[in-house]
């Protein structure tokens, strides 16, 4: 069984009778699910992931005044709940895995990971913020919000980040992945400085997967799951997913051509899709296939003064 399910069960099960057992006042005014740290909150678990911070648990979201009135006690009343369920053993929490569920306050929760206890609102509070602390405040599920309010503040974090920031992203983007999978990879290789040619692909893997969440719109989560991510998104998600793990996979015994040439390739196919999306999105109009050439075409779509004035590899 995946996290997720788990903990709605639980919920369902056990949640839900002590909430109107004890709190029955209040059950109008509670949000509960499962969202934030943990790869059961992106669908990702595995048996690999039981072994901490996995487990019956869910989220409970209250407002200011309500976690002022009931925080504590309802926190109190909820680790009263079995620990075990449906034969899954109680939850092995990690030194920094004890806030993981439980009670929380709605604005509490979301400063934990973006830093504010509102949506962003000036450019720099969006850039400030990484991306994958984004993904990680509006992944997993909620499965009830009488109020609405933590389901209003997510909605607006979904809304993506605004645009003149998104055509910067991708703007540099564009050109990371030129210097370090189109230019520096094989001048590396001719030089025999195979570190610094294993770094520029492992850039290169880190920028291209970067571009195609930003190319659907969607925050990338950390780095242990981006990969694993892409394969589900619909803008060259797959084909782009496919072509990284045939780059990192590729062995020199695999193939009749040199394994560097064949890593080569197969870079410059991941980037004619990307030049192909960046077209058919109205970002670029450029006939190179170098992307350097077109992340000021990118860059130059951008109306906020600030961004636009950056160097184009910035951010």
Request: net charge neutral.
């Given at each position: 069984m995946k996290g997720l399910e788990l903990s709605e069960r639980y919920y369902n099960t056990h949640g839900i009778l002590m909430i109107e057992e004890k709190f029955s006042?209040?059950?109008?005014?509670?949000?509960?699910?499962?969202?934030?740290?943990?790869?059961?909150?992106?669908?990702?678990?595995?048996?690999?992931?039981?072994?901490?911070?996995?487990?019956?648990?869910?989220?409970i979201w209250l407002t200011k005044q309500d976690y002022k009135e009931i925080g504590k006690k309802l926190q109190k009343e909820y680790e009263k709940m079995p620990s075990e369920f449906d034969g899954i053993g109680a939850r092995k929490v990690s030194a920094r895995g004890n806030d993981?569920?439980?009670?929380?306050?709605?604005?509490?929760?979301?400063?934990?990971?973006?830093?504010?206890?509102?949506?962003?609102?000036a450019i720099n509070e969006w850039r400030s913020i990484p991306d994958n602390n984004f993904a990680v405040c509006t992944n997993g599920k909620i499965f009830t919000d009488p109020l609405g309010l933590f389901t209003d503040f997510r909605n607006e974090l979904l809304k993506y980040f605004p645009e003149d920031i998104r055509l910067k992203k991708?703007?540099?983007?564009?050109?990371?992945?030129?210097?370090?999978?189109?230019?520096?990879?094989?001048?590396?290789?001719k030089r025999n400085e195979y570190v610094a040619a294993q770094y520029a692909e492992t850039q290169f893997c880190a920028d291209t997967m970067s571009l195609v969440f930003l190319l659907n719109k969607k925050y990338?989560?950390?780095?242990?799951?981006m990969h694993r991510a892409l394969k589900d998104l619909p803008i060259l998600g797959e084909v782009t997913y496919n072509?990284?793990?045939?780059?990192?996979?590729?062995?020199?015994?695999?193939?009749?051509?040199?394994?560097?040439?064949?890593?080569?390739?197969?870079?410059?196919?991941?980037?004619?899709?990307?030049?192909?999306?960046?077209?058919?999105?109205g970002l670029s109009n450029s006939s190179s296939d170098f992307l350097l050439d077109h992340g000021p075409i990118v860059q130059s779509k951008i109306k906020d003064a600030y961004l636009k004035g950056l160097d184009v590899t910035v951010e």
């Open positions: 006042k209040y059950k109008d005014r509670i949000a509960i699910g499962l969202v934030g740290d943990g790869s059961e909150c992106f669908g990702f678990d595995d048996k690999i992931s039981r072994d901490h911070d996995w487990g019956p648990g869910f989220c993981r569920v439980g009670v929380c306050e709605i604005n509490i929760f979301y400063k934990r990971f973006i830093g504010l206890d509102r949506v962003p609102a991708i703007a540099a983007r564009c050109m990371g992945i030129a210097q370090s999978g189109q230019y520096n990879f094989m001048r590396c290789i990338k989560p950390f780095y242990k799951w072509l990284l793990l045939e780059i990192v996979n590729t062995r020199e015994d695999d193939i009749l051509e040199s394994l560097f040439v064949k890593k080569s390739r197969l870079i410059e196919e991941t980037c004619v899709n990307i030049i192909e999306e960046l077209k058919r999105q």
